[in-house]
């Protein structure tokens, strides 16, 4: 008889706003407790001096993660002239100082380079694997850490606010991988100024927003009045972008045992609609609730991950 596992079976979605100088291993492990739940994960870390929206999964939510760690997301960043550093933010040793302080003009007109398909080179200090090593831990041994550079998409960027000369703070939405350290970095090259990030917030990880975000304070205070389940996302959460079918109790049956269903013409049209292309991914759900992420083949669906929910 397998052993019973620890905790609560609670599954759904946290759209945490994560606080200053917290890590986001951190923050799932404050979540979870909150919730005595028997699993967690997140959806893209999140760098201590970040704050903003950092998705957390309970439970079976976490078989969505995949999903939303390919969503796109938004940030807001602010410059800080004068000084660049080993991380780019303002944790980092000082490597170069400048007096250039770009006017908003220059920086507005330099912004276009960096919007669509871009080649970007990672920040050295990432989570990225180097040899099986993350690149921070060869960064901080002293050691070289050379990353190759990579295709991104960043889709808009705009000026937000200049509160003084020294600063100024920048709103993108961008696709994965993306990295606003390298970004401030390549701006403030192509510039030729010295600069770093001395905020940074992330605003939206697919479906979720600072709207609907809620902080860790208010989460423990729930969990005080036992009512932390009122912050509960429903699972399919994470995939916003991929279409839903209604299928029969039947049918469902089927799909949590790991077989097969056939669909009609009809359901066929609806799924191809909903479809984005080169994708066969469809939600099955019945009373409600996921009951399997499928994949659509030759007018059938066929289940990939099953939810016990």
């Not at 309970?58 to 660049?84: C, N, S």
């Not at 040899?131 to 990353?147: F, N, P, Q, T």
């Amino acid at each position: 008889m397998g052993r019973r596992k620890k905790g609560q079976a609670v599954s759904g979605w946290i759209n945490l706003d994560k606080p200053y100088d917290l890590g986001s291993t951190q923050a799932v492990s404050r979540v979870r407790r909150i919730f005595d739940a028997q699993k967690a994960g997140h959806a893209g870390t999140l760098d201590p001096l970040a704050t903003g929206i950092l998705p957390i999964a309970l439970g079976e939510a976490t078989k969505t993660v995949p999903f939303l760690m390919d969503a796109d997301k938004a940030y807001r960043f602010t410059i800080a002239w004068g000084r660049t550093t080993a991380t780019y933010d303002r944790e980092g040793e000082v490597l170069a100082t400048s007096d250039v302080r770009p006017t908003l003009a220059q920086v507005e007109a330099v912004l276009p380079r960096f919007v669509g398909e871009i080649d970007q080179v990672p920040p050295a200090f990432s989570a990225i694997k180097v040899d099986g090593e993350r690149a921070y831990d060869l960064a901080r041994a002293g050691e070289a850490v050379e990353l190759a550079a990579r295709k991104v998409v960043v889709h808009s960027a705009r000026i937000a606010d200049a509160t003084d000369p020294d600063h100024v703070t920048i709103e993108i939405e961008c696709g994965k991988g993306a990295y606003v350290r390298a970004l401030v970095r390549d701006i403030a090259e192509a510039l030729g100024a010295c600069g770093h990030v001395s905020e940074l917030r992330r605003t939206r990880v697919g479906a979720f927003t600072e709207q609907d975000s809620v902080t860790l304070e208010f989460l423990e205070d729930l969990g005080h009045k036992a009512r932390q389940a009122e912050a509960l996302l429903p699972v399919e959460t994470a995939l916003d972008d991929i279409p839903a079918l209604a299928v029969t109790d039947e049918d469902a049956f089927r799909l949590k045992q790991g077989r097969s269903i056939v669909l009609v013409p009809r359901q066929v049209e609806v799924v191809k609609a909903g479809l984005k292309p080169g994708s066969r991914t469809v939600s099955a759900m019945s009373g409600g609730a996921i009951v399997a992420l499928c994949e659509m083949r030759a007018g059938r669906l066929e289940p990939s991950r099953v939810f016990n929910l």
